[in-house]
């Protein structure tokens, strides 16, 4: 039973740069969840994904995009990347409305812009 | 919105020594999570725990809604403990259709051979 997936693991970008972040939930799940977490501070949320639509936004800039395809999986883009979205990116999956609204991460992408 | 906080911020532990990390929140929550962030940044979660006491091997977490906080507890630690803890709590969206996990400030934990 795969759990969720992330790539790529690392990333270097220059400012301004675009760059898509990709993710496979946890077998079985059908939400996925976007997280950026900067260096010594919790994760904080992005957005989530089900039934390939953006269903909530944290307090983020339309810099930052998603999509969900039909098999769940989901990507991240970042257009005109700044110094401060350097970051770990974290993923999660979870069962829609589940009775256990429990939440599986991936192990990120962290993504260093010069 | 809701205030999640963790105490303490750090800690040192001999292996093998007990510790109590504590998560207060300002507002009710249907349930609260426990994770630990490895060295390596792997989120794992611990435990889902809206109420009560739950314990698996040497970790343990009590959450008492009533009164907004939670705790959890590592016994007999070991150096493979050691990482970033942290507790979240969901803030539903009307309807109850999607939820966003609001994470606590965190607690580092070193434990020493």
């Known amino acids: 039973d795969a759990g969720v997936t992330q790539s790529p693991t690392h990333l270097i970008k220059t400012r301004g740069q675009q760059v898509t972040l990709r993710c496979s939930p946890k077998?079985?799940?059908?939400?996925v969840s976007w997280y950026q977490q900067a260096l010594g501070q919790g994760p904080q949320f992005i957005f989530q994904?089900?039934?390939?639509?953006?269903?909530q936004r944290g307090n983020f800039p339309d810099r930052f995009s998603g999509h969900q395809f039909p098999n769940y999986s989901s990507e991240l883009n970042v257009n005109a990347l700044l110094l401060g979205d350097s970051a770990l990116y974290l993923c999660?999956?979870?069962?829609?409305?589940?009775?256990?609204?429990?939440?599986?991460f991936g192990s990120g992408t962290q993504l260093s812009v010069l | 919105g809701i205030q999640v906080e963790q105490s303490p911020p750090d800690l040192i532990l001999q292996e093998g020594a007990n510790s109590t990390l504590r998560c207060n929140f300002s507002?009710?929550?249907?349930?609260l999570q426990w994770f630990h962030q490895n060295p390596w940044g792997q989120l794992i979660n611990l435990f889902y725990i809206p109420s009560g006491t739950k314990q698996n091997g040497r970790l343990s977490a009590t959450t008492v809604a009533t009164e907004r906080y939670s705790l959890l507890y590592i016994s007999s630690s070991q150096t493979t403990d050691s990482g970033v803890y942290f507790c979240?709590?969901?803030?539903?969206?009307?309807?109850?259709?999607?939820?966003?996990?609001?994470f606590g400030t965190g607690t580092l934990l070193a434990v020493q051979p």
């Open positions: 979240a709590v969901p803030v539903t969206y009307y309807g109850g259709a999607t939820n966003k996990l609001i």
């Open positions: 999660a999956s979870s069962l829609h409305r589940g009775r256990d609204e429990k939440l599986f």
């Open positions: 507002d009710s929550v249907n349930n």
């Open positions: 994904y089900y039934e390939e639509e953006e269903r």
């Open positions: 077998s079985g799940h059908d939400t």
